[in-house]
């Protein structure tokens, strides 16, 4: 099992909607803090969102407060990040991500796990 391993990314049109997930192995969601970052070509990685996994706490980045959700599936160690209303703005490669605290904002150099990367593009 590899440490995390996400999927859902695709290609849509602006305003669509798509869910992304984060597979974890048992020792991986162990940790207290699950967080997808993303990274567009000539931008800076953000994070994105992040749950306490313990107890289900969540935190956003401004921009996409009201349009994305985060959310756990603790049985299946998999976090999902539901994504509505998309802009192209949001075009990025997505990455889940591990750490011991939800460090946030963060462009992720607390976080010791990551995933290889699942592609969002969005069309206008």
């Known amino acids: 099992q590899a440490p995390l391993v996400e999927s859902g990314g695709d290609s849509v049109q602006a305003g669509g909607s798509l869910r992304l997930s984060c597979a974890a192995s048992?020792?991986?969601?162990?940790?207290?803090?699950m967080g997808w970052f993303r990274h567009a070509p000539g931008k800076d990685r953000e994070g994105v969102a992040a749950i306490y996994t313990s107890g289900g706490s969540t935190l956003y980045v401004d921009s996409v407060k009201g349009r994305f959700t985060i959310s756990q599936d603790n049985a299946k160690n998999t976090v999902y990040l539901q994504m509505s209303s998309l802009k192209p703005e949001d075009s990025a490669m997505y990455y889940c991500?591990?750490?011991?605290?939800?460090?946030?904002?963060?462009?992720?150099?607390?976080?010791?796990?990551w995933g290889q990367g699942t592609q969002v593009t969005v069309s206008s």
């Open positions: 991500a591990a750490a011991r605290y939800c460090y946030w904002p963060t462009k992720g150099s607390e976080y010791y796990y």
């Open positions: 048992k020792y991986t969601y162990s940790g207290n803090c």
